[in-house]
């Protein structure tokens, strides 16, 4: 473990299924993760950073004891591991379900028999909770992976993440219970953020992460509009603030420029057309600070 007063942020970046969308937001954030020939010790372009790839379990797991300060994991493996950590920020990426799930011909009328059972799980604690506030009476068994093939032979039930369910289904099992939803996440240790150095590197990090989320979620839109409509077509603009506007060329009206919602594009383009807007442009963002 690194000396706790060092003013390097030590990173976690998780390894498996979160990697991909991980990397796509920092490289969208304009920060490059350069891969040497230590594989688990990219290099980031902020040179404050001190970065390691782990599962995101592991992850957790450092954030709790303090050997990393940051990192990427879901909220399933927080929950699970009952870690002392910091939220700062949901990416809602790779957006999961813990579900309960059994073999279609074990079940009465859709729920699990009146019997004792046995249970697999990489989830632990989650599971032992699960057992008891249903009030079944069940084994547990701890899986390392490929937990849906446990069933029938290894265990009656399972308890796992999913995104759509087609694992589930390819194996015969059928959803009995949900037990929480988990996405990704940036976590702190909690002491990092009491160090005035860390915590002010840790929320510049946080803002250029949060800039591309936000940006995914609006469109720069760009439309001219008479001088007579100005005010109509601004009244229905779903601006940050306020839209910036310029005089036209020749002082032949005005150009309204906003950051709006992209899932709202549909009907606001219809409702921009009916106030006298033209020449509608609608350009991506990469990154949005408000």
Not at 50 to 63: A, G
Not at 219 to 239: A, F, G, I, Q, T
Request: proline letters at 6%.
């Amino acid at each position: 473990m690194q000396n706790g007063e060092t003013k390097q942020i030590r990173l976690g970046l998780p390894k498996g299924r979160m990697e991909k969308g991980v990397l796509q937001v920092l490289a969208e954030a304009g920060i490059q993760v350069r891969t040497t020939s230590r594989a688990y010790r990219p290099v980031l372009s902020l040179p404050e950073f001190d970065t390691k790839v782990h599962k995101p379990q592991d992850i957790v797991e450092m954030l709790h004891h303090g050997s990393r300060d940051i990192g990427f994991s879901g909220a399933d493996w927080v929950t699970e591991l009952e870690a002392e950590v910091v939220e700062l920020i949901d990416l809602k990426l790779d957006p999961v379900r813990l579900v309960a799930a059994a073999p279609e011909a074990l079940l009465e009328n859709g729920r699990l028999p009146k019997r004792q059972l046995v249970v697999a799980s990489e989830y632990e604690r989650l599971s032992r909770r699960w057992i008891s506030e249903s009030g079944i009476d069940a084994t547990f068994v701890r899986s390392f992976g490929a937990t849906e093939v446990f069933p029938p032979e290894d265990a009656d039930c399972i308890i796992d993440n999913t995104a759509t369910g087609a694992t589930l289904r390819a194996n015969g099992l059928s959803i009995v219970d949900d037990i929480m939803t988990s996405s990704t996440r940036l976590y702190a240790n909690p002491r990092a953020l009491e160090n005035p150095s860390k915590r002010e590197h840790i929320e510049r990090f946080v803002v250029l992460i949060r800039s591309v989320l936000d940006a995914r979620e609006r469109v720069m839109l760009e439309v001219n509009v008479s001088r007579e409509d100005l005010e109509s077509l601004v009244e229905v603009l779903p601006c940050l603030r306020k839209p910036t506007i310029a005089s036209l060329h020749g002082d032949d009206g005005y150009v309204v420029k906003a950051a709006v919602p992209r899932k709202e594009l549909p009907l606001l383009i219809t409702e921009i057309k009916a106030r006298g807007g033209t020449g509608i442009v609608v350009t991506l963002i990469t990154q949005l600070v408000p």
